[in-house]
């Protein structure tokens, strides 16, 4: 049928293309990105951007400031809205190219992407931190295997951290995914080294939105991000290894 050669004829030619950029994409890079994200992204650019990142590896993470951002405000202008089946297959292609971004990159451009999905968790828009909250959970999911992020570890908390005092209760579901991802996918005893950064920054949260409302002292205060159903639970097996297994400043914690 003509769909099917048509099939064919995109499959072959983008094994031609992740061919030539396993060799070229230092070159080729420049060109090909800014078209793969010309909006909206289309199923077949989405997909053809995740087979490139396979095969650059090693440059692709120069492109990140470019790429990352298009990815996450692409997915977020899916949110609240009501999604027709070309939406949904198009959603789910950008998620899956996300992904292979995530998972394909060399160790040396991780620090690259994740400063560059930090810079965005603050945005004004809703939908762009509940993506950017997502897509640092992909990273944890993804490369779980390497293990190369633990430098970085300290930028994720902070930033999740911060959206658990966010007012938009899907941003709240979005960080509260990604630190359990976070935990289920890193060692306790690595994340332990970090108690002591948790706590102080959720302190310091805690005394911002105290003064925010021109309230002081000891009143409760309840972050939203803990004060939902399974609100704490990410952070608990970083606190029951600590509790267990920590030296005396971190069972103090």
């Known amino acids: 049928s003509g769909e ?9 030619a983008l094994n031609g293309l992740t061919g030539i950029l396993s060799i070229r994409s230092r070159e080729l890079l420049p060109y090909l990105v800014p078209r793969l994200l010309q909006r909206p992204i289309s199923v077949s650019h989405a997909d053809a951007l995740g087979s490139i990142a396979g095969v650059t590896g090693g440059t692709i993470h120069m492109h990140f400031s470019t790429i990352v951002p298009a990815l996450i405000v692409e997915l977020a202008a899916f949110y609240g809205e009501e999604l027709d089946d070309d939406a949904k297959e198009r959603e789910e292609a950008i998620r899956g190219c996300a992904r292979r971004i995530c998972g394909g990159v060399d160790d040396t451009g991780v620090n690259w992407l994740i400063g560059e999905i930090a810079s965005k968790c603050s945005s004004d828009k809703d939908g762009v931190r509940k993506e950017s909250c997502w897509m ?8 779980k295997d390497e293990a190369d992020f633990y430098e970085q570890i300290p930028i994720m908390y902070r930033e999740l951290l911060y959206r658990l005092n966010d007012e938009c209760s899907v941003v709240l579901k979005a960080a509260n995914a ?5 935990s289920k996918n890193v060692p306790a005893e690595e994340l332990v080294k970090h108690i002591e950064f948790i706590r102080n920054l959720i302190a310091s949260m805690v005394s911002d ?3 925010r409302k021109g309230g002081v002292g000891d009143g409760e205060f309840l972050l939203p991000g803990f004060n939902m159903p399974k609100g704490l639970e990410p952070l608990l097996p970083v606190y029951q290894r600590g509790i267990l297994y ?7 914690v």
Not at 4 to 12: F, H, I, L, T, Y
Not at 136 to 142: G, H, K, S
Request: charged content about 40%; proline content about 0%; aromatic content about 0%.
């Open 246 to 252: 920590g030296n005396a400043s971190i069972r103090e």
């Open 209 to 211: 939105a105290r003064r």
């Open 4 to 12: 099917g050669d048509d099939e064919v004829a995109k499959a072959r």
């Open 178 to 182: 990604a630190l359990g991802a976070i």
């Open 136 to 143: 640092l959970q992909v990273v944890a999911e993804e490369r």
